[in-house]
């Protein structure tokens, strides 16, 4: 992991990134679609890992788990 490294949202419908889970559905919303929400980790302007976290109107995982799987994933990669 580097430094430039961010840890995102990313909702599908939309193309967004955004910093926070709830700005990632209100994008979503106000254009009357269904949130499908990642959690990405980005290493400059490049995805790393996704792990979806929202959709079908209910939490799938939470963010917690979902850094844990795209660090396990990660990790895995670079062995």
């Known amino acids: 992991m580097t430094e430039d490294m961010k840890k995102m949202f990313f909702e599908k419908n939309t193309g967004r990134y955004t910093e926070t889970l709830a700005a990632?559905?209100?994008y979503a919303l106000q254009k009357r679609l269904s949130p499908k929400v990642y959690r990405i980790w980005m290493d400059g302007d490049r995805v790393i890992g996704e792990a979806l976290i929202y959709a079908?109107?209910?939490?799938?995982?939470?963010?917690?788990?979902?850094?844990a799987y795209i660090a396990k994933q990660i990790k895995e990669v670079q062995k």
């Open 24 to 26: 990632a559905k209100g």
């Open 56 to 67: 079908y109107g209910e939490s799938v995982s939470t963010i917690k788990n979902a850094d």
